[in-house]
């Protein structure tokens, strides 16, 4: 499959500091922590029946945009969410300098 072929609800879980995506009952989810205007993305996880199928993806699109709307800046340190931006050019603009 490729990385957007599946449609997936990403929920944004403040209390938490994550997003979250039920995947037939696992949770799948992108942790990060927010400061100075910055979006921190520390880790990726995603059931290991469900890799490959893009809900890593979509919860890194999720962040992204979130961010993107917030006015913040973005910085990858979980290294799936700076592939993915290294692959999606559109989000280049959000990227904080210091990583």
Same mark, same amino acid.
């Given at each position: 499959?490729? *990385?957007?072929?599946?449609?997936? !609800?990403?929920?944004?879980?403040?209390?938490?500091?994550?997003?979250?995506?039920?995947?037939?009952?696992? @949770?799948? +989810? +992108?942790? #990060?922590? *927010?400061?100075? %205007?910055?979006? #921190? @993305? +520390?880790?990726? *996880?995603?059931?290991?029946?469900?890799?490959?199928? %893009?809900?890593?993806?979509? +919860?890194?699109?999720?962040? @992204?945009?979130?961010?993107? %709307?917030?006015?913040? !800046?973005?910085?990858?340190?979980?290294?799936?969410?700076?592939? #993915?931006?290294?692959?999606?050019?559109? #989000? *280049?603009?959000?990227?904080?300098?210091?990583?």
């Amino acid at each position: 499959m490729t *990385e957007d072929s599946k449609q997936v !609800k990403v929920v944004h879980n403040d209390a938490e500091q994550r997003w979250e995506a039920d995947v037939d009952g696992a @949770l799948a +989810l +992108l942790t #990060y922590d *927010e400061r100075d %205007g910055t979006l #921190y @993305l +520390l880790h990726t *996880e995603v059931p290991t029946a469900a890799e490959g199928q %893009g809900i890593g993806g979509a +919860l890194v699109k999720a962040a @992204l945009e979130h961010a993107r %709307g917030a006015g913040m !800046k973005v910085a990858p340190f979980c290294a799936f969410a700076r592939s #993915y931006m290294d692959r999606h050019s559109e #989000y *280049e603009d959000l990227r904080a300098d210091a990583e």
